[in-house]
């Protein structure tokens, strides 16, 4: 454990302290764990993957809407088509609230 000079006051503080004793000064910034890391990118590859899905649902529901023969098919298939939709929102939805809740509880103090 070495001392180092703080950039503001010049007050010498250990190298492993996150702010200065003297003046406040944030010397460094605190890093994340392993798990706050970890959930940091489940996180975000979660939202990727989500909207990978949502679009690529997209896709497939304009080719059975537009494939349907009669008025009540194609009515059908817009049904199952919102109800799809709203299924895939509400588990984007959930899996946000959790796995945000754990990047939130995870990060540096």
């Known amino acids: 454990m070495a001392l180092v000079n703080c950039p503001e006051c010049k ?18 910034k605190p890093k ?3 798990f706050g890391k970890l959930f940091k990118w489940t996180f975000i590859l979660f939202n ?3 909207a990978f899905w949502l679009f690529s649902y997209f ?3 304009g080719e059975i809407v537009s494939t ?6 194609q009515a059908g ?6 109800i799809g939709t ?3 929102m509400g588990f984007w939805v959930f899996g946000d609230i959790i796995l945000g809740l754990l990047v939130l509880f995870t990060k540096p103090k």
Request: proline fraction near 0%.
């Open 59 to 61: 896709g497939s529901i």
């Open 77 to 82: 298939a817009t049904i199952g088509a919102t």
């Open 48 to 50: 990727a993957l989500m």
């Open 32 to 34: 994340r764990g392993f």
């Open 11 to 28: 007050v010498q503080v250990s190298d492993t302290a996150l702010k200065c004793t003297g003046c406040g000064f944030q010397i460094r």
């Open 86 to 88: 709203s299924m895939i």
């Open 68 to 73: 349907s023969k009669s008025e009540a098919a």
